[in-house]
C-alpha cells in the first residue's frame, strides 16, 4: 500500500530504515510518462519514493504556477501499489522561512529554455537538491523530455558529489508521437492534432543528419518556417551535442535536436537523440523546407 506523507520529519522516519531508495520526483498531474519513471525506478531501489510539489521557485512572473494543475487525489490513485511512499509538502514545508540560498547552474543553463525562462532551472536545481536532502535516494529517475534538466541535475550531482545514481527515462508518447506532458491539457483539440509538427520537424532533422547534412544552421532555420507558417511561435529549434548541449564541433557522434515553442498559449518542448558516424562530415545537401499537412 502507498504511503502519503505531508512533512519533512514523517518522510524522514519512514525512509529511516530503507537500505536503497529509488526517487521520482513531479510536479503532479500524472500521466503514463510519470507512471513509467515510477516502474522504473523500481528498478533501482528496493524502496521507491515518489515526490508532487509543484516549485514556485522555477516559475517566473507571468508563468502558470497559480494555474499549473493539482491533482494530488487522481496522482495518487495512479502511484497506488507502484510507488511505497508518496511525499507532497505544502509550500510552508519546503520553504519554512524565504529560500536565500540557491544552487547556481552551470553557464548552460542560460541557454535553450534558460534564455526563455530566466531563473527557472536555479529553482529547479535548488528544490531537487532539496529534495534530495530529505529522501536521500541511491537512485533518482528524471525524464528525458526536459533534456536540459536532465543535463543539468546530473552536472549538480557530479560537481557537488552527491552519492545518487540520475537515471534517465525515456520520453513517453501518444500514437502519433507527441511527447506526453502536464501541459498537453491546455491544448484545444484544433491545437492537440496540431501539435504532433513539433515531433515531426525533430524526426525530419534526426533524418537529415543522418543521411550526411552538417548545415545545422540550414536544418534550424527550415524547421522554424515550417513551424512558424503553421502558427507557431517558436522559442528555440537546434541541434546540439548530447554531452555537453553546446553547438557541436566537428567530429562529435551524438548529437541531440532540441526544441521549444508556443502552440496558442502551451509552450511544448521536446527532443531527439541520435549518433552519427565521423567519417559523414561532408559537404551537406541543401536544406529542404518541410511541409507537413
Known amino acids: 500500500m502507498t504511503e502519503l506523507i505531508h512533512d519533512a520529519a514523517g518522510l524522514r522516519a519512514r525512509l529511516a530504515n530503507e537500505s536503497s531508495v529509488a526517487f521520482v520526483p513531479t510536479m503532479g498531474n500524472l500521466h503514463e510518462g510519470h507512471v513509467s519513471l515510477v516502474r522504473q525506478a523500481r528498478e533501482h531501489g528496493r524502496c521507491v519514493a515518489a515526490s508532487i510539489f509543484v516549485n514556485p521557485i522555477q516559475f517566473g512572473p507571468g508563468e502558470d504556477f497559480d494555474t499549473y494543475p493539482r491533482t494530488l487525489e487522481a496522482d495518487c490513485a495512479r502511484l497506488e501499489g507502484l510507488a511505497d511512499v508518496v511525499f507532497a509538502p505544502p509550500v510552508a514545508e519546503m520553504y519554512p522561512v524565504p529560500q536565500e540560498i540557491f544552487v547556481e547552474p552551470p553557464p548552460v543553463a542560460q541557454q535553450l529554455c534558460g534564455a526563455f525562462r530566466p ?149 511544448l518542448i521536446d527532443n531527439l537523440e541520435f549518433r552519427t558516424t565521423p567519417d559523414a562530415a561532408r559537404p551537406s545537401p541543401a536544406a529542404r523546407v518541410c511541409v507537413y499537412s
Do not use: C
Open 119 to 267: 531563473g527557472h532551472f536555479r529553482g529547479v536545481a535548488t528544490v531537487v537538491l532539496k529534495l534530495f536532502n530529505l529522501v536521500r535516494p541511491q537512485a533518482a529517475v528524471f525524464g528525458q523530455k526536459d533534456y536540459q534538466q536532465l543535463f543539468i541535475i546530473r552536472e549538480m550531482v557530479r560537481q557537488l558529489n552527491l552519492p545518487i545514481t540520475i537515471v534517465a527515462g525515456e520520453t513517453a508518447r501518444a500514437e502519433d508521437g507527441l511527447a506526453l506532458s502536464s501541459r498537453n491539457g491546455y491544448l484545444t483539440p484544433e491545437e492537440r492534432a496540431e501539435a504532433v509538427r513539433l515531433n515531426r520537424n525533430l524526426r525530419y532533422t534526426r533524418e537529415a543528419v543522418e543521411g550526411g547534412s552538417r548545415d545545422f544552421a540550414a536544418l534550424e532555420q527550415a524547421a522554424r518556417q515550417d513551424l512558424e507558417g503553421s502558427g507557431w511561435r517558436v522559442d528555440y529549434f537546434t541541434v546540439r551535442s548530447a554531452d555537453t548541449l553546446l553547438p557541436p564541433v566537428a567530429g562529435e557522434t551524438r548529437l541531440v535536436a532540441l526544441a521549444a515553442a508556443w502552440l496558442g498559449k502551451t509552450r
